[in-house]
């Protein structure tokens, strides 16, 4: 009687994970946004964001060498807080999106 009770508890769970299963596979994926941004202007913000990631690229070069050169963590650190100044944030100098 046991094993019966089991086995019908045992069905209906999977029988529901099934539906479930069935009814999310169902929906369809919205479709994205469509952008609303200027394509010149969009190419414009791409240019000017190479050029800040590449001046970063710099700056976090310069502060490598300044570490290689035994000149002090702190010092080099600081050198690239000076260095990364309105092109990025933060203590180690992360990218700023203006997006």
């Given at each position: 009687?046991?094993?019966?009770?089991?086995?019908?508890?045992?069905?209906?769970a999977m029988s529901t994970s099934a539906i479930a299963a069935d009814g999310s596979a169902a929906k369809t994926p919205a479709k994205?946004?469509?952008s609303t941004v200027d394509p010149a202007k969009e190419a414009?913000?791409?240019k000017e964001d190479i050029k800040r990631h590449r001046q970063m690229a710099m700056a976090h070069e310069a502060a490598a060498k300044c570490k290689e050169a035994a000149k002090g963590e702190d010092f080099c650190n600081a050198e690239l807080a000076?260095?990364?100044k309105?092109?990025?944030?933060g203590k180690f100098c992360g990218m700023k999106h203006a997006d």
């Open positions: 009687m046991m094993r019966v009770l089991l086995a019908t508890l045992w069905l209906a994205p946004a469509a414009e913000h791409e000076k260095a990364c309105g092109i990025a944030y």
